[in-house]
């Protein structure tokens, strides 16, 4: 299989193809904007590391993300959904942190020209919140639920709470879509505020893949 990306590919090219890569860098203390938008070979050697080191865990961490996207769903069970509803909580809990620091950076930096950033601030700061509660109570008190459901009667009250908590979402993130015109950037827009905008789309696709397939499998599906 060929690799995504190079030792030759920049730090800012690489997060602008495949945003969840920011996490990687960011945990590597390697920027990618502006000056820092160098060969991600030449940065990781800069930081003390072998030069193929971060450019692998990227390409590995690009691999198992399209590998489950390109896997048959409708043959998973209950208990291979709620392990990969897990593992989506585990990077979102990584992902809404450090969309947090740049929408609050573009906030502060581009807020007085570009008013509709401070819409997009208060929506999703709203969202966050929306998030930490849904998540927490899903791992607490839904997941373990189901789980215990060996006979799979219907679980209508689960689903009308997780419905509701799934709409109030969807809701915000359209009127995320709408504040940013399909979050589209300003042609003079740095790697930051294209990141930004990218990790909020990528993060809007990541929650509505999650509600359809949860809405499909954990709450109307039957074990074989």
């Known amino acids: 299989m060929q690799t995504p990306f190079t030792v030759h590919s920049t730090t800012g090219e690489i997060v602008l193809r495949f945003p969840k890569a920011s996490s990687i860098l960011r945990e590597n203390k390697i920027g990618f904007c502006c000056k ?10 800069e930081a003390g590391m072998e030069k193929h080191q971060l450019l692998e865990q990227i390409n590995s961490f690009y691999d198992s993300i399209h590998a489950i996207k390109e896997q048959d769903q409708d043959q998973w069970t209950i208990e291979s959904m709620l392990a990969y509803s897990q593992d989506v909580h585990t990077q979102l809990k990584i992902d809404i942190p450090e969309i947090h620091d740049y929408v609050s950076k573009i906030y502060r930096v581009h ?3 570009q008013p509709e950033l401070v819409t997009v601030y208060t929506l999703y700061h709203l969202l966050m919140e929306k998030l930490s509660h849904l998540l927490t109570k899903k791992e607490q008190a839904i997941f373990p639920r189901i789980k215990s459901n060996p006979s799979n009667e219907p679980l209508e009250d ?13 809701t915000i993130l359209s009127s995320l879509r709408q504040t940013t015109g399909d979050f589209s950037v300003p042609d003079w827009s740095c790697h930051t505020f294209r990141l930004a905008f990218l ?3 990528e993060l809007e696709s990541d929650l509505l893949d999650l509600i359809q397939l949860e809405s ?9």
Do not use: C, F, S, W
Request: proline content about 3%.
């Open 36 to 45: 820092n938008n160098q060969p991600i070979g030449e940065m990781a050697t």
């Open 111 to 113: 807020g007085g020209k």
């Open 158 to 170: 689960v689903k009308n709470e997780l419905m509701d908590d799934y709409k109030q979402i969807r």
């Open 199 to 201: 990790k909020l789309e």
């Open 216 to 224: 499909a499998y954990l709450l109307n599906h039957q074990n074989n």
